[in-house]
């Protein structure tokens, strides 16, 4: 333990350089804010639905807009919500509006729909994935409040029939985050079964009944890879991890509608029940689409919004805001096919894109 | 009583055949059983390493190193600069109050306040990283308006390092040699003089090399930066407030889940770096450790 | 001013630190404290009402319609982890430590600790890597339907097997996470023990491992016991590693040792953005109050240990430079 005093000089020496070395890395850290007088930060935090789309967008717009630096994030419609309201992120993703109790406490907060999703419910049961299964509301309802507790009940075999339905155990996968996925499917079974709607109702976070073995994931993402690692599953996914559905041979549900058919989740069935909904939207474009009438609506679509504040910290941040809105809504701007097709979105109508532009001009 | 006295004296005095390889036995799997478990531990090791750097060197290429982040592509330039960033402003505001709890703890002893803040340094160990984060995030973040940014997060950071800074800058003290300060103090030197001149010298290495342990904590923290640091996919501008910062171990957790491919060769190669920082220090760590202490003879 | 007084103020900042969560997460949380009552720890209904409904006055507090706060489930899951890894961890860590100290060469033991320390430099975010790409694929696919078939016969083992995330997974990860905590410890305080202890239990016939077993190893019982609470406190705040191969459980308790499960500290990650969309605030104070429980817990732990050790007279806390 003893040290000569040329050793002791060694080492002091050593320690100063390496502080140096660390110094020097900070500084290289720092000298971006140089050249980055002119650039604009936003925080784009939320929905894992509308993710691949802003993935898609961002690179596209930074080309046309390189001072507009937007970072997105995945991380649950929740989190968009409450982040954009503290003024914590710039634009808030979410599949779900605001509260009517956000809305009041915060006057200065709009929901921008920004494009048309849907939702699919897929199945992982060995050996009938290939198959479209009959699905409806009160079914759903019964697997996710432990009522169904095997993929032969009769109630599902009532559905489907000829179809030889497994003596297995359903895992019911949840969201446990807050997820406007969440949000739109507990709509889907409160307006499609009273029980549900009396007793767990529908928001960005219920209180799910506990089912033993269910599962709780993390984003649409974590959903997928649940869902795929766990036969037998069941979980609601956003249409915009179709492909990862599709590539790992998931089973997606037909539900049934409002008017009693079971529908596939295609192009048509969208738009069929965005026919029927689209027009009930308000100024302020807080509605929900879910179960719309028709033989061919299909029963699960919403709005992606942007929640977004009025007031913004600088002018140039509501500019850079309005500009981005305003493209991401056009049809030769964010609405146009190349970005929606790749994630099964549907665009905004010509109505709708006017309601949102007037919000957006709202933004100082 | 089945067993008497006379009985167990026997058996003590000649030790049946039996009772002899009974006791070889055991002597034998005792030390079988040992080994196992040593072996059990050291194949888990291997495991992740090999899934890390298997995995991590596949996914790593000359673009994740140099390129920003896009959605769930790029590069990691942008969360290896924050890691970088995070850790060492986390350094920067643990290490002064570190080291002088440190001093304090080793030199002034006697009164109330050492056994005190000893005491709660090591419990503040045992506060749970996410405790923390919570913490930063509901005071910093949300009511000071600080957004997720780079103060919050080395904030964060610096509260976690700082008790394992206490704890070897005392213990660095305490190594140093009672007649370096005798002598000193017998030159007329002022405690202060003697503790900044002549202790702290001397105790450099065994300092930074907690130093060094705390910043190879801080880089593998996820859970106190997710609300503090935030995340962002761009360069720092330089700003310590409202503006988010990426760092490796989120770029884990985020892309793993992550369905496409290439989100996972990310969360790969973020692992593969990580995990290489945090070892290489770690070997620097005990290399220093070694040889103030002499090869072999480290207990 | 000497020079006490000026270092005692930059010193305090680590108790101030301290001082300032706990005061914090007890002002902050003191609200839902009330509401919650003792229900909070005994009921097994997180639930933070309809979101989409009105506000509503209950019991003097502002909340929306239906919410209710017990995190019974949390609580159970964190301590069944917790003790599944450490009742895993302390054989592992004292045979590795006994295999260690006296069953390699000396030349090599600094190398062969270094590895198995190692273990603890490794961050949680990679355990959970590790944990949700390589081990539950195989926990699920193979070991978990095997245990479950062949080992029926001990309680909680039998039953579904699940999809692989739960409460077993978690066990196994944290097991790995604090092995090094006490085979560190373990292994210095089993060297540590005076030489004549050995030479005496050998000259007397003893073979070497009855030695170890006998004499050394219960000479070092305190720091067994202190150096396992140390281990059981970093297990009950772990987060990252645990968030990702849990489960993510809501509202109900395992039913078997495969079941899904969510910890207090990944629950806090997970629900932290959820609670602030309530706009009385009560979920974040509730979830505030979740953190606080964990704290107590934690620094009760913590307290626990080491006050043991430092009545054992053993000073080199935590080993291996890591804790």
Not at chain 2, 36 to 41: E, S
Not at chain 2, 89 to 106: E, H, R, W
Not at chain 2, 191 to 206: F, Q, S, W
């Amino acid at each position: 333990m003893r040290f000569g005093r040329k050793s002791m000089e060694k080492k002091s020496n050593r320690s100063f350089r390496k502080g140096a070395v660390l110094a020097l890395a900070l500084a290289v850290a720092g000298a971006g804010s140089a050249f980055a007088a002119a650039q604009i930060n936003i925080l784009e935090t939320g929905s894992s639905l509308l993710y691949p789309l802003f993935n898609l967008w961002v690179p596209s717009y930074a080309h046309m807009h390189p001072n507009v630096k937007i970072t997105t994030q995945s991380t649950g419609s929740g989190t968009g919500i409450s982040q954009s309201i503290a003024g914590i992120a710039q634009i808030g993703a979410s599949d779900a509006y605001l509260s009517p109790a956000q809305m009041r406490m915060h006057s200065n907060m709009m929901n921008i729909p920004l494009a048309i999703s849907s939702q699919m419910v897929n199945y992982n049961v060995p050996g009938l994935n290939y198959k479209h299964l009959n699905l409806s509301g009160p079914v759903l309802a019964g697997i996710y409040s432990g009522k169904i507790r095997n993929w032969n009940d009769e109630q599902i075999a009532k559905l489907n029939p000829g179809v030889k339905l497994p003596n297995h155990t359903i895992i019911p996968i949840h969201r446990t985050d807050g997820s406007g996925d969440t949000f739109i499917f507990t709509q889907y079974l409160s307006f499609s079964t009273p029980s549900w709607a009396n007793s767990l109702a529908y928001g960005t976070s219920i209180s799910w009944p506990a089912v033993p073995g269910g599962l709780g994931a993390v984003g649409n993402p974590g959903m997928v890879t649940a869902l795929t690692g766990s036969p037998y599953s069941i979980a609601y996914i956003g249409v915009s991890y179709r492909q990862a559905i599709d590539q790992h041979h998931m089973g997606t549900a037909a539900l049934e509608n409002r008017d009693g058919k079971f529908v596939l989740l295609t192009p048509h069935t969208v738009s069929s029940a965005a026919a029927q909904m689209v027009p009930k939207t308000p100024q302020n474009e807080a509605v929900s689409l879910i179960f719309a009438p028709g033989p061919d609506s299909y029963p699960i679509i919403n709005y992606e919004y942007a929640i977004v504040s009025k007031t913004q910290p600088s002018a140039e941040t509501a500019a850079a805001l309005r500009e981005f809105f305003s493209w991401a809504i056009r049809g030769d701007g964010g609405n146009a096919p190349k970005y929606l097709n790749p994630v099964h979105f549907a665009p905004l109508p010509p109505s709708v894109v006017k309601l949102s532009q007037a919000q957006i001009d709202q933004i100082q | 009583m089945g067993v008497s006295a006379i009985d167990v004296r026997a058996a003590i005095n000649q030790p049946s055949i039996f009772r002899l390889v009974q006791r070889k036995i055991f002597n034998s799997a005792g030390w079988g059983l040992c080994g196992l478990t040593f072996l059990l531990l050291g194949s888990a090791m291997v495991w992740i390493l090999k899934m890390v750097f298997v995995r991590g060197a596949g996914a790593l290429n000359l673009k994740v190193l140099t390129h920003i982040q896009i959605g769930v592509a790029g590069g990691l330039l942008n969360a290896i600069e924050g890691t970088l960033v995070l850790g060492v402003g986390g350094l920067i505001l643990s290490v002064p109050p570190g080291i002088a709890a440190g001093i304090y703890l080793s030199e002034y002893d006697g009164g109330w306040l050492a056994p005190v803040l000893r005491f709660m340094s090591d419990v503040l160990v045992g506060v749970p990283s996410i405790v923390v984060g919570y913490f930063g995030y509901v005071t910093m973040v949300a009511t000071l308006g600080w957004g997720f940014s780079v103060a919050a997060g080395s904030i964060a950071l610096a509260m976690i390092s700082l008790p394992y800074i206490t704890r070897t800058s005392e213990v660095a003290f305490r190594q140093v040699p009672r007649t370096l300060r005798e002598a000193g103090f017998g030159l007329g030197c002022k405690p202060g003089t003697v503790i900044m001149r002549i202790c702290l010298p001397m105790a450099t290495p065994a300092i930074l090399t907690g130093v060094l342990l705390a910043l190879a904590i801080s880089v593998g923290e996820t859970a106190p930066l997710i609300y503090t640091a935030g995340w962002s996919s761009f360069l720092w501008t330089g700003h310590l407030t409202k503006e988010p910062m990426g760092y490796l171990t989120y770029a884990i957790w985020a892309m793993i889940t992550e369905p496409q491919r290439s989100a996972h060769q990310l969360a790969y190669a973020a692992a593969f770096l990580v995990t290489l920082f945090v070892l290489v220090i770690s070997v620097i760590a005990r290399v220093v450790t070694f040889r103030r202490s002499g090869w072999g003879q480290h207990a | 001013m000497s020079f006490k007084n000026i270092l005692a103020p930059i010193a305090s900042i680590v108790g101030v630190t301290l001082i300032g969560i706990v005061i914090f997460l007890g002002v902050y949380s003191w609200p839902a404290v009330k509401f919650n009552g003792f229900s909070f720890v005994v009921k097994n209904d997180w639930n933070l009402g309809n979101l989409y409904a009105n506000p509503v006055m209950h019991r003097g507090h502002l909340i929306m319609p239906g919410a209710q706060y017990g995190i019974l489930f949390l609580i159970v899951a964190t301590l069944l982890s917790t003790l599944i890894a450490v009742v895993l961890a302390v054989p592992l860590g004292v045979g590795s430590a006994i295999f260690l100290s006296d069953g390699v060469p000396a030349v090599l033991r600094p190398w062969l600790s270094f590895f198995v320390e190692l273990l603890a430099a490794v961050p949680s975010v990679v355990y959970g890597l590790w944990g949700y790409a390589a081990v539950i694929p195989l926990l699920s696919h193979t070991v978990f339907p095997w245990m479950a078939k062949h080992l029926a016969f001990i309680p909680f083992f039998a039953g579904d097997t699940g999809s692989g995330y739960g409460l077993l997974t978690s066990g196994f990860v944290l097991t790995l996470m604090i092995v090094p905590l006490i085979t560190s410890t373990m292994r210095d305080a089993l060297i540590s023990q005076p030489r004549g202890l050995r030479e005496a239990a050998l000259a007397l016939g003893a073979t070497r491992f009855e030695t170890m077993w006998s004499v050394i190893l219960p000479s070092t019982r305190r720091v067994l016991i202190a150096s396992s609470i140390l281990a059981t406190g970093r297990a009950l705040g772990e987060t990252m590693a645990v968030l990702m191969v849990g489960g993510g459980a809501l509202n109900y308790l395992p039913n078997n040792i495969y079941a899904p499960i969510t910890t207090m500290a990944a629950f806090i990650v997970s629900q932290l953005d959820s609670a602030l969309e309530d706009p009385t605030g009560m979920a974040v104070r509730s979830l505030a109050e979740v953190a606080l429980v964990l704290c107590v817990i934690s620094v009760i732990v913590n307290g626990a240990a080491r006050l043991m050790l430092y009545f054992s007279g053993y000073q080199r806390l935590g080993g291996g430079g890591w804790a």
